[in-house]
């Protein structure tokens, strides 16, 4: 007897809930339409949630786990944005009321130990008896796992071995993979018993998925614009695979809901009722200026300054994406100026290498570079604000009112965004100190407290 199973996948959606009614309503159609009996699974391969999104902010990310319930998910495993947006504590609470399974085969804690909401691997057992072993891992952003109680092992040598250990006990090997293009390519040579990888983390997709050996890839790109569905025909009397198809539908081209506008102004509000709470006391005025100096910029140079205690600061004016009123601002007003999931970082560097980042933050280029990725949910880079550190009209550089010395040691308060060397190679080789888990606008809430206090 010959069967197919049927797999649907999402991943990267980074919480654009604009697709997300379209999808839930394909996939509970589909699974209507299968039979009691049949063999199917739909599984997230990671950063469902974004903090970006006020309902994913509001409710740190439960609202999005409560979505996965209501669409009916099987597995799901952790992205980045799960895994280093939140707070230990909150990550380590936001499964509580999932009705879905979380595998990472890579994820510890400090002291070794798997997680009670984490499975190392999973053999999910189908109605008609076809045992499917499922693996998963989660890219090694191991700085910043490490900063919030996390241990990350690597990837690629984990999954070998888990896979080694359940592989005789299963029929089919599937990895959810939130690694990579690249690192699924080398999946496929290191662990050629994988016979399906559904990849995410790079945004990238298959519309009629990848062979390389045995293995097929198959992903989904980015923000709910598809849904993967993969099928694999097997032999119940061999005990073999006899094929495997990967396709995508096209979320634009599915029939939306009814109330998809109700649905979405629903989950705003929640998120914004949320959020609604006064968070600090803004005294003046705060005008944003993406391509220059401004009030907000100032402003936030100071509680940069201040938090991390640095000698000087750098940032990107396109980080504000509203000014702030004066008066009580409320954490959905601060969200909305600095929605993103960027944390802060000191890094350590001599003044030669001070005055080398000096430089290539005058890329004339930069100011209208329309960044996507790296934490960035604004629209522009704009200027490159520095804060304690000055050039004057001759070419010379001031730390404070020193002049800068080439040989000595200096911290720059930043952004992490900047330490993955895309703007500033140097950066990613450099001693640095990430402030976690605290985002950018936690500083400004924790700076515009401490000016309350000292009143």
Known sequence: MRETIHI???NDLHSHLENWPTIHQFLSERHKNHRPTDSYLTLDIGDHIDRSNVFTEGTLGKGNVQLLNEAGYDYVTIGNNEGITLSHDDLNTLYEAANFEVIVSNFTDLSGNIPSWVLPYKIHVTPTGIRIGLVAATADFGVY?????????????????????????????????????SQDEIMT????????????????????????????????????AYVGHVTIDFDHETKTIVSKQAILHVTDTLAKPKDLELQLKKWETLGNEELSDAVLQNDTFLHKDWFGPSDM?????????NFTKADCAMFPAGIFLTDLQSGPISASDLHRCLPHPINPCVITLTGAELLEIVEQSKN???????????????????????????????GDVFIG???????????????????????????KFASKEYYMPELIRDVVKWYGNQLLSQA
């Open 189 to 224: 040579e290191k662990i050629p018993e994988i016979d399906l990888i559904l990849g995410s983390h790079t945004h990238h997709f298959f519309e009629e998925g990848k062979v390389i050996g045995n293995t097929l890839q198959a992903a989904a790109g980015k923000y709910g």
């Open 401 to 427: 009112e020193e002049r800068l010395l080439l040989k000595k040691v200096y911290t720059l308060a930043t952004l992490d965004m900047f330490t993955f060397g895309y703007f500033f190679p140097s950066f």
């Open 364 to 394: 004339e280029k930069w100011p209208h570079l329309e960044v996507k990725g790296l934490g960035f949910r604004g629209k522009y880079l704009g200027a490159i604000i520095f804060d304690q550190l000055m050039e004057d009209e001759h």
């Open 145 to 181: 796992y490490k900063q919030l109680g996390w241990h990350i092992q690597p990837p690629l040598d984990r999954l070998k071995e888990v896979c080694k250990e359940i592989e005789k006990d299963v029929d089919v090997l599937v990895c959810l993979s939130h690694l990579g293009v």
């Open 297 to 305: 910029s100032r402003f936030f140079g100071k509680a940069l300054l």
């Open 8 to 10: 649907y996948h999402t």
